[in-house]
C-alpha cells in the first residue's frame, strides 16, 4: 500500500484497502476557525441537539486566524461563537484572540495594524500554529475546515480539508466515510540550487500537471531530495497540494519528522504517543502517476495569473511591472521563509509597497531574536522599508473585509508569497496575483517588476 493507504487502512481498521474503497475514518484531531467554526458549529447543534456533546473534547483544535485584525463587527463576533462553544463544551485547545475567556474580542482600528493587538494564548495562521503548538503527530488523521488542512502531509499525517457539513459530523462522531485516493509519487532526486526553495518545487510540480492535475489523488513525496528538505520545506509543498486539487500530500517520517514533533509537544504539553506509518516495499506500492525531478535542475518559478498552473520561469518575466509584494501565509509566512526574504533585501529599499504578515507569534518573536550579520530579521526588513506587522494573521492572503492589513482593493499586480492566485483572492477581483519564492518577492520588491533572486544571492 501507499502511505495514504496505509493511513487509511489503519484509521479505519482495516488490513488493506485499495483506491475507490469506502471506509469509515477515525479521526485524531479535528481542527476549526473563526470563519467555518461557527457554520460548523451551528450544524453540530442543529443534527445532534442543543445539549450534545462533541465526540471528544480533547481532540478539537480551534484556532481563529482569518479575519481577526479588522473592525468589521461580524468578523469580531465570530470569535466570540467559538469562545462561548469551547466554554460550554470545555475544550482545552482554543487559541483565543484575547485573555479574558467572559470577554468579546473587539479589534481597535484606532492602534494601527503594525502593533500587537493580541492575548497570550492567541497562536496565529492555523496551519502553521497546529504542528507549532504540539498537535500534528506522525500516522495519525487530521480533519480541518479549511482547503490547506493538507499541510500537515508534510509529518506523515492524512491530512485534508472538509465542509462545515462534515465537520459537524466528525465533531459528533469522530469519523468520516472517505473515498480512498490513487496516489500520485513525486520522486525528488538531487539538491536545490542556490536561489531556489522549496515553493518552487511546488510551483514547478503544478505547474507540470495543472491546477486540476491531482484532483482527488494524494501527492505522496519521495526521494532522497524530498528527505533533504527541512520541516518548513516540507510544510511548504505539502500545503499547495489542494492548488493541484489533491485530496492530501504526505511525506513519510524521518529523524527531522521526529525531531520537530518530540519537541513541539514537550515544549506544549500535548499527546505525546504517536506510531508513525512507514513506507511499504516499492514493489508493493501502486502509483496511477510516477515521475522523477532533479531539484538540481531547477530555477526561481514563478505561477501567473489567473492560477496556481500557470506555470514560467521568473526570469522570463522581467516585463511584469508589481505595485506590490505580499510575504505571509501559512506557506510563505515562516520564519525561514522570512530569513530568506531578509537576506535579499539586506541594506537595500523596497520600489513597491511591500507587506509582511508573519504567520504565528512564534513567528514574530524569531524574526526579532534572529541575527543576520549582527541585525535582526525584524529590523532588516523594516529598514529595507517593508510593512511589517506584529498581528499574525492570514490577513491579505485570502482578501478580507476591506481594511484588512495588505488587501488590494484596486486593480493591482502583487507578487506574493502565499499559495493561490484566482481571481480576487487577495482583494480586487481585477487584481493579479503571482505567486513566487520569498526570495523572488523579495527580489521583485527591490525592482518593482518580477526579478530572479540569484542576481541578489552568491
Ligand atoms: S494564510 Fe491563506 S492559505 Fe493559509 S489558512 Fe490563511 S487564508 Fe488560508
Redesign the pocket.
Known amino acids: 500500500m501507499t502511505l495514504t493507504e496505509k493511513l487509511l487502512a489503519r484509521a479505519s481498521g482495516k488490513a488493506f484497502v485499495r483506491p475507490g474503497d469506502n471506509v469509515w475514518v477515525n479521526a485524531d484531531t479535528l481542527l476549526t476557525h473563526d470563519v467555518c467554526g461557527p457554520g460548523t458549529i451551528g450544524v453540530f447543534k442543529r443534527e445532534f441537539g442543543q445539549n450534545a456533546k462533541v465526540w471528544d473534547r480533547k481532540r478539537i483544535v480551534i484556532i481563529p486566524?482569518?479575519y481577526i485584525f479588522t473592525a468589521d463587527s461580524l468578523s469580531n463576533r465570530n470569535v466570540d461563537i467559538l469562545r462561548a462553544f469551547v466554554k460550554e463544551q470545555d475544550l482545552p485547545y482554543f487559541y483565543d484572540v484575547i485573555d479574558d475567556p467572559e470577554g468579546h474580542w473587539v479589534f481597535d482600528a484606532a492602534k494601527g495594524q503594525l502593533k500587537r493587538q493580541y492575548g497570550s494564548s492567541y497562536a496565529g495562521?492555523?496551519?502553521t500554529a497546529l504542528p507549532e503548538k504540539g498537535h500534528a503527530r506522525p500516522g495519525e488523521i487530521l480533519f480541518g475546515t479549511?482547503s490547506?488542512t493538507c499541510m500537515a502531509g508534510a509529518f506523515n499525517m492524512f491530512a485534508t480539508g472538509i465542509g462545515n457539513t462534515d465537520a459537524a459530523f466528525v465533531v459528533g462522531t469522530g469519523k468520516l466515510l472517505l473515498k480512498v485516493p490513487q496516489t500520485m509519487r513525486f520522486f525528488l532526486e538531487g539538491e536545490l540550487p542556490v536561489g531556489v526553495m522549496a515553493k518552487d518545487i511546488i510551483l514547478h510540480v503544478i505547474g507540470d500537471i495543472g491546477f486540476d492535475g491531482a484532483t482527488y489523488r494524494a501527492m505522496q513525496w519521495d526521494g532522497p531530495g524530498a528527505f533533504s528538505l527541512n520541516m518548513d520545506d516540507r510544510m511548504t509543498v505539502a500545503n499547495m497540494a489542494i492548488e493541484a486539487g489533491a485530496k492530501n500530500g504526505v511525506f513519510a517520517a524521518d529523524q527531522k519528522t521526529f525531531d520537530y514533533v518530540d519537541a513541539r509537544i514537550k515544549r506544549n504539553g500535548t499527546r505525546s504517543e504517536y506510531t508513525p506509518v512507514d513506507p511499504d516495499p516499492e514493489s508493493e506500492q501502486s502509483f496511477v502517476f510516477d515521475k522523477k525531478y532533479d531539484l538540481s535542475k531547477l530555477e526561481p518559478t514563478v505561477a501567473q495569473h489567473p492560477d496556481p498552473g500557470n506555470r514560467a520561469l521568473a526570469k522570463a518575466l522581467d516585463k511584469v511591472k508589481v505595485d506590490r509584494a505580499y510575504i505571509g501565509?501559512?506557506?510563505g509566512g515562516k520564519t525561514s521563509d522570512f530569513i530568506a526574504f531578509a537576506h535579499v533585501v539586506k541594506g537595500k529599499k523596497v520600489a513597491v509597497d511591500t507587506f509582511g504578515v508573519p504567520a504565528t507569534p512564534l513567528v514574530v518573536e524569531e524574526l526579532r531574536s534572529t541575527s543576520i550579520g549582527g541585525d535582526s530579521v525584524w529590523s532588516i526588513l523594516e529598514n529595507s522599508g517593508v510593512l511589517l506587522t506584529e498581528n499574525a494573521s492570514?490577513a491579505a492572503?485570502?482578501g478580507g473585509p476591506v481594511d484588512t492589513f495588505g488587501r488590494m482593493n484596486k486593480p493591482m499586480v502583487c507578487i506574493s508569497a502565499?499559495?493561490?492566485n484566482f481571481p480576487g483572492r487577495m482583494g480586487h477581483k481585477e487584481s493579479k496575483v503571482y505567486l513566487a519564492s520569498p526570495y523572488t518577492v523579495a527580489a521583485s520588491a527591490l525592482t518593482g517588476h518580477i526579478t530572479d533572486p540569484r542576481e541578489y544571492l552568491s
Open positions: 486566524d482569518h495562521v492555523c496551519h479549511d490547506h501565509s501559512c506557506t492570514c492572503c485570502l502565499t499559495n493561490r
